[in-house]
């Protein structure tokens, strides 16, 4: 079968406004990069988040963020982090690699996030950290897990990398917590030419040594320079957080894709609400087949990142979908996120235990729609029909 839908690995179109945006900070930037298009960029993010100047920090991908939130946990041996077992890889590792024991929380069966209840079931004395992991783009409720971490004065860092631009409470997804990361992937709702990501910090302290941590562990010296070539053209040290030396990297984003990502700001609104009308009128389609079951949600709280639902008559009614919706339809959904602690590599690591059956049964009959912004009307609609058909043989 011809594969007419794909699931694509581009979420959007770029517009000529955007192009010409990019052809001109080639053109012009100086240098290509930690320039003026990065601090823009930043600080048209920081507005458009409603959180303080200063806090919102480019850097190469979600991944390198959250490298960086990781070394501002500044975890101790037997410190644990609770987090969803249902997420992408990349939630978690970086902070193993800094020392924290794993501890899955399991997801609510409607929303498909974590809640303040699982995340308070998974809480020991133990527990430093918490990321809250807004998958699919729908915000997790995070005015009650800000509180219930607050109360317990457990740091809260929002993974917020499918959830640009969704909303709760009046507030956008990654203005709640302590930290929060940002992903501007190719597959993203904004996406900068394929890499790039942001970070959150609400502490003015620790955001003040955010640009030594992503650049090398580049400063200014410390004293007035007659000379400003000497004793070179620019100091190098460890960055300091309270009594801990932080070891530098270097995950800068470049001027071109900040540029881009600064003209892309300007439709983002756009492009989720484009998205989340579409994915509506898929949804009221196929409301006939209480079978294949979404997640539906008409405000802002959800950007429709992803377009995924689960297979309430189990794990071999999906599969038979799945493979007649590409076989015979030539429609590829796909089946995202395993729990992590099903991982060999988290196995190997001895993180193979949870107590996450909610998880558990939602990865193992879910299906991922193609849900690019780029489909025509004429593909949504074919997909559309061609899900009623595939589910009407299955009765």
């Known amino acids: 079968m011809e594969m007419k839908i794909n699931f694509s690995g581009r979420a959007i179109r770029y ?59 500044r975890f101790k041996p037997g410190d644990e982090l609770v987090i969803p077992s249902h997420t992408f890889t990349a939630s978690a590792y970086p902070y193993l690699k800094k020392g924290a024991v794993p501890v899955w929380a399991d997801i609510d069966p409607l929303t498909r996030v974590v809640t303040a209840e699982s995340i308070e079931k998974a809480l020991t004395p133990r527990t430093r950290a918490v990321v809250v992991v807004h998958l699919y783009g729908y915000v997790a409720d995070m005015p009650e897990i800000a509180a219930l971490c607050r109360e317990r004065g457990i740091l809260c860092i929002e993974d917020a990398a499918q959830a640009i631009g969704a909303e709760v409470a009046g507030r956008k997804a990654g203005s709640f917590g302590d930290m929060a990361v940002f992903s501007f992937h190719s597959h993203k709702n904004l996406t900068t030419l394929g890499e790039g990501g942001m970070l959150y910090v609400a502490d003015p302290q620790a955001a003040a040594i955010i640009p030594a941590l992503r650049h090398n562990g580049h400063c200014a010296y410390p004293f007035e320079r007659p000379d400003y070539w000497k004793p070179a053209m620019g100091n190098v040290d460890i960055p300091r957080l309270g009594d801990d030396l932080l070891m530098p990297s270097n995950y800068c984003l470049g001027e071109v ?19 989340r009308a579409r994915a509506l009128r898929f949804i009221d389609g196929l409301a006939d087949f209480p079978q294949l079951q979404f997640h539906r949600v008409e405000s802002r709280r959800h950007n429709y990142h992803l377009l995924v639902a ?36 988290y196995r190997r690591l001895g993180f193979g235990t949870a107590r996450c059956p909610e998880a558990d049964a939602f990865f193992d009959t879910m299906v991922s729609f193609p849900f690019q912004h780029w489909m025509s009307d004429a593909e949504l609609d074919y997909m559309l029909a061609s899900a009623r058909d595939v589910l009407a043989g299955m009765d």
């Not at 601090?39 to 507005?47: D, P």
């Not at 881009?260 to 989720?272: A, C, H, P, Q, S």
């Not at 959904?333 to 590599?345: G, S």
């Open 257 to 275: 894709e900040c540029a881009l990502g600064l003209k892309l700001l300007e439709r983002i609104d756009t492009i989720n609400d484009e998205k």
């Open 310 to 345: 689960r297979m309430t008559t189990g794990t071999g009614a999906r599969d038979r979908f799945i493979r007649a919706m590409h076989d015979e339809k030539g429609i590829k959904c796909v089946v995202q996120y395993i729990p992590l602690d099903r991982y060999d590599f």
């Open 15 to 73: 517009t000529e406004d955007e192009i010409a945006a990019v052809v001109e900070a080639m053109r012009t930037a100086d240098p290509l990069t930690q320039g003026r298009y990065m601090r823009e960029f930043e600080s048209a993010f920081a507005r458009y988040q409603g959180v303080a100047p200063g806090s919102c920090f480019t850097t190469m991908n979600g991944c390198a963020a959250l490298e960086m939130s990781a070394q501002l946990c």
